[in-house]
């Protein structure tokens, strides 16, 4: 069965990076997108961009551009999603969700990641 | 970038009784091809996103019949004839027309 399965909990500092990751298993990692959602307190659902997972080609929300990078290692089986230039607004679990049959089928079970000095 | 609308925010119901959900677009959901691009989905306590309704109303494999999608265009329904416990929970709905794909504000359901 197709199952999503995200790094855990990070905490960073304002003005820092994080990367999460995605691990994918039960389907062809190469054969699907995969898309990254994230959920603030309070606030709702928020797509971030995709990446194709058959070659190196990814497209990002206007909102996050110049500080998002959605990469993948296809021997891994795993995607990966970097946010820079943290601030607090950008405390939220973060999800990867993947365009197996339909757009957003099967998500991870979340990251949270919060930004605190 | 096309702004969903969902109402009421918040919907407390008795077991048994039936619910309903309204999204609305800023755009039409309606492409060329016939289809509406909207996905509901359910977000229970703790959980991710478990996708129920596609392509406006079309229920995703194992989602109980209880629940229905309706709608087209820019007005879109998701109805629940008979709530039981398990739908405790938050319901989204998310426009896949176009990017950035867009959600609306979440709606929280309660059992009375």
């Known amino acids: 069965q197709v199952q999503l399965v995200q790094s855990g909990t990070e905490v960073r500092k304002p003005g820092a990076s994080v990367k999460v990751s995605c691990k994918a298993s039960?389907?062809?990692?190469?054969?699907?997108?995969l898309h990254w959602v994230r959920q603030a307190p309070g606030q709702r659902l928020e797509w971030m961009g995709w990446?194709?997972?058959?070659?190196?080609?990814?497209h990002y929300s206007q909102k996050f551009q110049g500080r998002i990078s959605i990469t993948k290692d296809t021997s891994a089986s795993t995607a990966y999603m970097e946010l820079r230039s943290l601030r607090s607004e950008d405390t939220a679990v973060y999800y990867c969700?993947?365009?197996?049959?339909?757009?957003?089928?099967?998500w991870g079970q979340g990251t949270l990641v919060t930004v605190s000095s | 970038d096309i702004v969903m609308t969902q109402s009421p925010l918040s919907l407390p119901v008795t077991p048994g009784e039936p619910a309903s959900i309204s999204c609305r677009s800023s755009?039409?959901?309606?492409?060329?091809?016939?289809?509406?691009?909207l996905t509901w989905y359910l977000q229970r306590p703790g959980q991710s996103p478990q996708l129920l309704i596609y392509?406006?109303?079309n229920r995703a494999s194992g989602v109980p019949d209880r629940f229905s999608g309706g709608g087209s265009g820019t007005d879109f329904t998701l109805t629940i004839t008979r709530v039981e416990a398990e739908d405790v929970g938050v319901y989204h709905c998310?426009?896949?027309?176009?990017?950035?794909?867009?959600f609306g504000q979440g709606t929280k359901l309660q059992i009375k």
């Open positions: 990446i194709n997972a058959g070659n190196d080609d990814a």
């Open positions: 755009h039409s959901l309606l492409r060329s091809d016939g289809h509406n691009y």
């Open positions: 998310m426009q896949g027309l176009q990017t950035p794909y867009t």
């Open positions: 039960g389907y062809t990692f190469a054969s699907y997108a």
């Open positions: 392509l406006g109303s």
């Open positions: 969700a993947t365009a197996y049959r339909l757009l957003l089928d099967y």
